[in-house]
């Protein structure tokens, strides 16, 4: 059974940065990726960022892009998201996922990975940005 475990969050000040990790344990060799996911109050869970293991190609969805950059220690099963240039908007609960098929999917005329296409979630992380 994977286990994945949400660290990192915190409050900030618009124009800061945090790091969030994810240390999964139990992992197995079937999930093809990890992926970084949120929710705001009121709003649906949305995807950030994907990393696959085969190839260790990359997905942000654009509303990150250039701001968030996610990496992955496989020494440590250990999944990082490192987010700069924080906005009040990015303000959730982030969510940590495991996932075999790793679909991407458009919803609203913007890429996002599908969350139905992941197996494993964290209990997430919570993430508040003051303007």
């Known amino acids: 059974q994977v286990q994945l475990v949400e660290s990192g969050g915190g409050s900030v000040q618009a124009g800061g940065s945090l790091r969030l990790s994810c240390a999964a344990s139990?992992?197995?060799?079937?999930?093809?990726?990890m992926g970084w996911f949120r929710q705001a109050p009121g709003k649906e869970r949305e995807g950030v960022a994907v990393?696959?293991?085969?190839?260790?190609?990359?997905f942000y969805v654009k509303s990150v892009k250039g701001r968030f950059t996610i990496s992955r220690d496989n020494a440590k099963n250990t999944v990082y998201l490192q987010m700069n240039s924080l906005k009040p908007d990015d303000t959730a609960m982030y969510y940590c996922?495991?996932?075999?098929?790793?679909?991407?999917?458009?919803?609203?005329?913007?890429?996002?990975?599908?969350?139905?296409?992941?197996?494993?979630w964290g209990q997430g992380t919570q993430v508040t940005v003051s303007s």
């Open positions: 996922a495991a996932g075999v098929e790793c679909r991407i999917t458009a919803r609203f005329g913007t890429m996002t990975p599908d969350e139905t296409s992941y197996n494993y």
């Open positions: 139990g992992y197995s060799r079937d999930m093809r990726c």
């Open positions: 990393i696959y293991t085969d190839d260790q190609a990359i």
